[in-house]
């Protein structure tokens, strides 16, 4: 009958449908897992010497790099990142270890964010240092401009460098909740990680060698 080819297709259907569900959850499961995975390395991390960090976020940085991470915007988007500097640690800036993501992870990286709606430049770089460290930006400026394609990724910046002080620091630098990065450390600019461990936008800004944190203190 005509019916017959009609309920053919939406059992068909059906058991597509099953058999996305079960893939659907499989990879869950195993998403999970891999985050679990990560999660233990970062905690690791921070327990150890510095050198010992990098090591061990070199490893982190290459195994999230096997990983998928959804859809990444097409648009070119505009990131404003803020290199702390402070009179107490001459030369450097503060970095954190991305451990509250979905990408990048296992990298070292300055406050950033991306730039909302409306909002200054400035304003961004006050609002991002807050969020990741809690600690407040004064006088912030810019330093430098950088253009990140990581094709591979599917992500096109154009990253706002400004420089700024902050003032107050407490004995031990806590990232608030709502922070992506932890372990928050002074790394001196002619001292840091290797390039494999920077976020990319760091890392190129790295690459130019223009910048001269001692002439911004």
């Not at 803020?82 to 979905?102: A, Q, Y």
Request: glycine fraction near 6%; charged fraction near 25%; hydrophobic fraction near 40%.
């Amino acid at each position: 009958s005509a019916a017959d080819p009609l309920r053919h297709y939406m059992l068909l259907c059906a058991e597509l449908k099953r058999e996305v569900a079960e893939k659907d959850k499989k990879l869950q499961a195993l998403e999970k897992c891999s985050d679990s995975i990560v999660d233990n390395v970062t905690r690791l991390v921070k327990t150890l010497p510095r050198e010992k960090q990098q090591q061990l976020a070199s490893s982190l940085a290459s195994f999230v790099q096997l990983r998928s991470y959804g859809r990444a915007s097409q648009e070119p988007r505009v990131r404003v990142e803020v290199l702390l500097i402070n009179r107490e640690h001459p030369g450097c800036t503060l970095l954190g270890l991305r451990t509250r993501c979905s990408w990048a992870r296992g990298l070292y990286m300055a406050p950033g964010d991306f730039l909302h709606f409306g909002e200054s430049w400035e304003a961004a770089a006050v609002r991002a240092t807050r969020q990741e460290t809690g600690l407040s930006l004064v006088e912030p400026c810019v330093c430098s401009v950088v253009e990140t394609v990581e094709a591979s990724q599917g992500h096109h910046w154009v990253n706002i460098f400004m420089a700024g002080k902050v003032v107050e620091l407490g004995a031990e630098l806590t990232a608030p909740k709502e922070a992506v990065c932890t372990g928050w450390q002074w790394f001196a600019w002619d001292a840091l990680p290797g390039e494999e461990l920077l976020f990319w936008s760091l890392r190129d800004l790295r690459r130019q060698n223009l910048l001269d944190l001692f002439a911004l203190q």
